[in-house]
Nanobody, 124 residues
Framework: HLVESGGGMVQPGGSLRLSCEAS????????MSWVRQAPGKGPEWVSG????????YYADSVKGRFTISRDNAKNTLYLHMNSLKPEDTALYYC???????????????????WGQGTQVTVSS
């Protein structure tokens, strides 16, 4: 079970921190990803992280602006988003990975089952 939170409406250039609380599985044993879906578009993988947080990957569209992290003691995944742009507007989901995080930049690495998502809207 995954529950995302932290979304909201911000102006361009603003920041947000998303959280994803996990339960019902051994969170510390699973590589995780953030995925987003904008209205009328398909899912877009945003970022992935390995089990101990030492390996991370980002989509080119967010590289240098977003930071993924995790706290295994709290069973929580985070996404720190800076320098937000209108094109970042989407519903953001966290997902467990079906493949190791190293595959994420080149393959669909995340599971199909997500939480309810948290809306991020970037607008002036």
């Amino acid at each position: 079970h995954l529950v995302e939170s932290g979304g909201g409406m911000v102006q361009p250039g603003g920041s947000l921190r998303l959280s994803c609380e996990a339960s019902g599985f051994t969170f510390s044993s699973v590589d995780m990803s953030w995925v987003r879906q904008a209205p009328g578009k398909g899912p877009e993988w945003v970022s992935g992280i390995n089990t101990d947080g030492g390996v991370t990957y980002y989509a080119d569209s967010v590289k240098g602006r977003f930071t993924i992290s995790r706290d295994n003691a709290k069973n929580t995944l985070y996404l720190h988003m800076n320098s937000l742009k209108p094109e970042d507007t989407a519903l953001y989901y966290c997902a467990g990975n079906a493949l190791p995080v190293d595959f994420c930049p080149v393959a669909k690495c995340y599971e199909a089952q997500w939480g309810q998502g948290t809306q991020v809207t970037v607008s002036s």
